[in-house]
């Protein structure tokens, strides 16, 4: 009955929020006056609080009680794949940076083997690069490549930040996606500590495989983690 409660409570107070009851950094009700307005402890008014923290909407102040925060507008993100994410938010000039966090080889993988067209002794690696805008880490693209069609990719992986410019380099010049697929996730650790935040921010994962317009030939197999919280999907 106390989690229904609670879960009452979230629902009311995102709603009026989504509504413009509050306004940015406008003190939200007292945990006391709450508890009294549904005839709860006050521990559970606490715990949804402590929720709508988690999830992005409040903030607390000690001593002082909660407040809501400043609700970004989402960037409005056009979900194709002949077009890179870089130049996607440069285009749209925001302050955007992108970061190379990590370059391995993966071992045998059916999936991603058979995704890149490539046999079991080939060479297959994996890029990350972490999508920072205005200081804020928003999306981790992971890309899975094979030396097979590119290379050089051992000397030159650890210091790619946009596939698409890497691919340029290499005499590719339009792209096309052959297919994506689309999931909604919650973040497990590794996820939280890259994006830097809370495991109640919900993430959109987008599977989807670049190729050579021209010749069709796959060039890698992407997945993409976007937060939720920061962009609008345009599809």
Known sequence: MKDNIEIKII???????????Y?????LPSENALADTYGV???VVRKAYERLEEMGYIYSKQGKGSFLRDRHKPIDLVLSGDESFSEK?????????SKNIFFKRI???EKIFKELGVTHSDKVYKIGRLRIISDIPMALHISYVSSATLPDI???GDSISSMFEYYRSNGYREFM???????VSFPGEEERNILECSSLVPLLVLETNSADAETAKILEYTKIIYRCDYFKYII
């Not at 996606?177 to 999931?183: E, G």
């Open 11 to 21: 629902d009311e107070l995102i709603s009026n929020i989504n509504n413009g009851e």
């Open 23 to 27: 306004s940015s950094d406008n003190k």
């Open 41 to 43: 402890p006050r521990i």
């Open 89 to 97: 938010m440069i285009k749209k000039g925001y302050d955007f940076f």
């Open 107 to 109: 071992e045998y993988n």
């Open 154 to 156: 051992e000397k030159s």
């Open 177 to 183: 996606s052959k297919k994506s697929i689309l999931s």
